[in-house]
């Protein structure tokens, strides 16, 4: 799939693209380098211990050390103050990560095997694609058609599971205007690992342009439209255009083939087939696949399934 790579960061961390990044990041560092400080100084006492207490011969009685109330004390109370402070970071921080602000532009967003969709509040409905306006939270209302899926991007630093039969939020506040990607974490089948999608950050004008034009380009024709959205839905997961088997059978000489379906009856490709398995996928499946295609009905318009169609023809 076209999808752009995750952009240097640091050594340890992708870039910082959104307000709650720099807090996240923190407090990160801050475990990290307690962690080590305590490491070298835990395993140093250790090997200086061994070498120092070693036992020197039959007669050697300095290695029997007995109990010492005030250091225990002291190796339990620091541990705990400073597990304390790290609580308290860690608390702040996540009440800030779960609470959007009231202002938040809201976007609903659907987890399938193996798609990413984006609803917008007018009526867009954008497929691998999540565009946002720089500058303003968004708020996330999530939810998953099938199994479990995790919504993760690295670069925002947020990642939250999105589950079937309910909702899940996460919001965040875009700081940079460019292209980023968002992943699933979550192992979901075979797809899993092509289970990404583009993460457009804009300005606000071109925000609204992205709204007015429904998230579509009206002036290509069908089948280059139907190339574009062949990518941008995801058919590409599990379509090739190699003649490869993969999820699905391949676009390559697919149209005018005749094909055997799962009950032994044979159907001829043609356009009102193409159409049917769009819509509604698992209608008629082949032979040797899984029903597990997303249903597009009342997903893809008219003329967006008329393009895919068009496209389909075009791969012989
Ligand atoms: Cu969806 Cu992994």
């Given at each position: 799939m076209n999808v752009p790579k995750i952009d240097q960061g640091s050594f340890w961390m992708p870039r910082q693209s959104s307000t709650l990044a720099p807090a996240v990041d923190a407090a990160w560092d801050v475990v990290m380098y307690v962690s080590v400080a305590f490491f070298l100084l835990i395993v140093g006492a250790m090997a200086w211990f061994v070498y120092k207490y070693r036992?020197?011969?039959?007669?050697?009685?300095?290695?029997n050390i007995a109990h010492n109330a005030r250091l225990e004390i002291a190796w339990t109370a620091i541990p705990m103050l400073i597990l304390l402070v790290l609580f308290f970071i860690g608390l702040s921080g996540y009440v800030n990560a779960s609470v959007a602000p009231g202002d938040s532009y809201e976007i609903n967003v659907t987890g399938e095997k193996w798609l990413w969709t984006f609803s917008y509040p007018n009526g867009t409905v954008s497929p691998s694609k999540l565009v946002v306006p720089r500058g303003r939270p968004v708020r996330l209302v999530m939810s998953s058609k099938d199994v479990l899926h995790s919504f993760y991007i690295p670069e925002f630093r947020i990642k939250h599971d999105v589950i079937p039969g309910t909702y899940t939020t996460l919001w965040f506040e875009a700081t940079e205007v460019k292209d980023s990607t968002l992943l699933c974490?979550?192992?979901?089948?075979?797809?899993h690992s092509d289970m990404m999608a583009t993460v457009s950050v804009v300005e606000e004008a071109q925000f609204q342009e992205f709204l007015e034009s429904g998230?579509?380009?009206?002036?290509?024709?069908p089948a280059e439209l139907g190339k574009s959205l062949y990518t941008t839905w995801g058919c590409a997961t599990c379509h090739s255009l190699t003649g490869a088997r993969q999820q699905g059978p391949s676009f390559k000489g697919l149209f005018g083939k005749t094909e055997t379906l799962a009950d032994g009856s044979s159907v001829h490709v043609d356009e009102a087939y193409l159409k049917e398995s769009i819509l509604v996928s698992n209608a008629k499946v082949v032979s040797g696949y899984q029903p597990i295609m997303p249903v597009f009905q009342g997903v893809l318009k008219e003329r967006q399934v008329d393009a895919l169609v068009a496209f389909i023809k075009s791969q012989q």
């Open positions: 036992r020197r011969g039959p007669d050697d009685k300095t290695s974490a979550e192992y979901c089948g075979t797809g998230g579509d380009d009206k002036n290509m024709p």
